[in-house]
């Protein structure tokens, strides 16, 4: 079984896969009500849904390893930890700017899960391969739906693209965080408990880049992939989680 | 929302594999590849349709019982060639329109009257016609298509909870008798 450092490595990479899915999925459900077309609105919000389904599943897994109740253990990580607990990478907590900010940032992010999941399904961990399996399935429609976004926002007009192209330059470099490993994920991939990252990265970059230039955009330099991954920045993850954590803490373990 | 929004595309959906298509509602999208996406986001998504369809309304020829009369009647071949339109009625106390055996002419309007023909046989009270939708095949973009870049696999496993297993309102208002409870202390 695993011993406490691959344990250790283990949890923090669990909860950063989770926090990355569901902060998104937070970020993103603040449109709802708000999107562009009613249609697009349903379609957007089904979208955070499922990343917060996402980071659920991840969560499961995290109190699985620490022996909680799957069920209940979730909402303890989600509504009662402290901001600086988080361990997602800041690009996905940043605030939205416009429309298509946040249609380009969950376009790359699931041209990341498209690129990223399919090589969890290899895990010998297996509730890491069967989680793969539950999102691999959901991320095939996000991927065309964003897809089919980007390409209309950048070859629309003017100002879609002006809007497409500054939101670029915002996500780009941040967005590299997302491939930088944590403190002792070496372990982890040595175990073949998770994939090494890099090779990730250069078929995420073999995706998204001559997609994003087919739809008309100049992408930037080639994103330098950090050593070791950052999390996000603490005063943004304080003002996010307690404007996520105000109905729980007015109401501390209210059954909805 | 103005028009940019997009034109109105006619939602159908086929309830399980083998079954009748029936009409679902309808969407805006700005082109076909979007419609589709929009249909399933808002009619598909749920464990409800194995394949959906749109079509454009503009495509959509609509008439009701009491506008059958004053139609022109079905002869001749309207000088063009002919194509299938697909036929869909609404018959006795049903609510959706259903799918009917689609025909061959060579305009809408002539494909409207055959249609009605066909209907006219009906006797029973819950087999009569009440209104009637006819467009040309041609004009589906189907998600059943093997040329459809997106085909939605239905997801039985999504299930969701009716509106009344969260009881919103009712805890939100002990929440604030709470608070104010608490102010006056």
């Known amino acids: 079984m695993l011993d406490p450092r691959h344990r250790a490595a283990l949890d923090s990479k669990l909860l950063g896969l989770a926090d990355d899915e569901f902060i998104l999925g937070h970020r993103n459900s603040e449109w709802t009500g708000h999107g562009p077309i009613l249609e697009e609105d349903i379609a957007f919000a089904n979208l955070a849904l499922d990343e917060l389904g996402h980071g659920i599943l991840w969560y499961r897994i995290v109190a699985h390893l620490r022996g909680e109740d799957p ?49 969890l399904l290899a895990s010998n961990y297996r509730p890491i391969a069967e989680a793969a399996t539950k999102i691999k399935q959901e991320e095939v429609y996000h991927l065309y739906h964003t897809r089919a ?108 | 929302m103005s028009d940019s929004q997009g034109p109105v595309w006619q939602v159908f959906e086929r309830p399980a594999h083998g079954h009748p298509v029936r009409a679902a509602g309808s969407v805006h999208a700005v082109d076909a590849e979007t419609a589709l996406q929009n249909a399933w986001a808002v009619y598909g998504r749920r464990p409800t349709a194995v394949a959906l369809w749109v079509v454009p309304r503009s495509l959509v020829l609509t008439k009701s ?13 309207g000088g063009g060639s002919e194509q299938t339109y697909c036929v869909f009625c609404r018959c006795g106390t049903k609510i959706a329109y259903e799918e009917s055996p689609s025909v ?38 189907s998600s059943e298509s093997p040329t459809a870049e997106c085909s939605f696999a239905p997801q039985p496993y999504k299930w969701f909870r009716d509106h009344k297993s969260f009881p919103t309102g009712a805890l939100m208002r002990e929440i604030e008798k709470e608070a104010s409870k608490s102010e006056h202390a």
Request: with cysteine; glycine share 6%; aromatic share 8%.
């Open chain 1, 149 to 256: 976004w980007v390409q209309r926002l950048g070859l629309g007009t003017d100002e879609s693209r002006r809007r497409l192209q500054t939101a670029l330059a915002q996500l780009w470099a941040p967005f590299q965080q997302l491939f930088a490993p944590g403190a002792d994920e070496s372990l982890l991939v040595d175990a073949g408990i998770t994939p090494d990252l890099r090779p990730v990265h250069g078929k995420w970059c073999d995706a998204v880049v001559p997609f994003l230039e087919s739809s008309g955009l100049v992408v930037p330099d080639a994103g330098i992939v950090p050593d070791v991954r950052r999390p996000a920045n603490l005063e943004r993850m304080t003002a996010l989680i307690g404007e996520l954590q105000e109905v729980s803490r007015i109401a501390p373990g209210a059954v909805w």
């Open chain 2, 65 to 77: 019982r009491d506008e059958f009369a004053s139609l022109a009647p079905a002869h001749g071949n």
């Open chain 1, 71 to 119: 069920e209940t253990y979730p909402d303890k990580l989600v509504y009662e930890r402290a901001a600086g607990e988080f361990q997602n990478v800041d690009v996905v907590a940043l605030p939205h700017a416009d429309w298509a900010f946040s249609m380009l940032r969950q376009f790359l992010f699931d041209a990341y899960e498209s690129v990223h999941v399919p090589t």
């Open chain 2, 104 to 141: 061959l002419a060579a305009t809408a309007e002539q494909a409207l009257a055959r249609a009605i023909e066909q209907q006219a046989g009906a006797q029973q009270a819950d087999d009569i016609c009440h209104a009637i939708w006819v467009f040309p095949a041609a004009a589906i973009i």
